[in-house]
């Protein structure tokens, strides 16, 4: 299996496909409310759909950067990319949206594009930052999967009891 395949299979584990070794984004938010998403398990903690504004915020930044769409802005600050005025499923679909991008532009990419430099960080190839990606978004769905327990309101049924 190749290194394209590899992280395209990964995305999709964190997107739709059951396989991987947690829950899917699909299955972390199936049956959540509109107002659930909003909630915040504590003071200092992000409510799901913050979680889910970070995801897509860095997600789509290193997709433009993949497909030689140069993305300029800086961020000095990693709190603001828990922050937009998209509703909760506008930012559900988009994280769906973003995710099926990647999977097509792995599948349709060259295997070497994988080993050369990304365009944030020169000394690491795409292959290193994407695995990181792919981690980010497990780490992040993990979060939506335990804020759901902590609130009362995560079926085992779709994943971890």
């Excluded at 190749?2 to 964190?14: E, G, I, M, W």
């Excluded at 070497?112 to 992040?140: F, G, I």
């Excluded at 309101?153 to 971890?160: A, C, F, I, L, S």
Aim: glycine share 4%; hydrophobic share 35%.
């Amino acid at each position: 299996m190749s290194t394209k395949d590899v992280l395209s299979n990964q995305f999709a584990y964190c997107s739709h496909v059951n396989g991987g070794w947690f829950v899917t984004f699909e299955n972390a938010i199936k049956g959540l409310s509109s107002e659930d998403a909003y909630k915040k398990p504590g003071e200092s903690a992000n409510s799901i759909h913050e979680i889910v504004v970070h995801l897509n915020f860095w997600n789509k930044r290193y997709l433009e950067r993949f497909l030689g769409q140069p993305n300029n802005d800086r961020v000095e600050d990693n709190n603001v990319t828990f922050k937009n005025e998209e509703t909760w499923n506008d930012s559900a679909a988009n994280f769906q949206r973003i995710m099926e991008k990647w999977i097509a532009a792995l599948t349709e990419c060259e295997e070497a594009k994988l080993d050369l430099p990304n365009e944030e960080d020169r000394s690491e190839p795409w292959r290193v930052k994407l695995t990181n990606l792919v981690l980010h978004n497990a780490h992040h769905i993990g979060q939506i999967v335990t804020t759901r327990k902590i609130m009362g309101n995560w079926d085992p049924k779709y994943g971890v009891s």
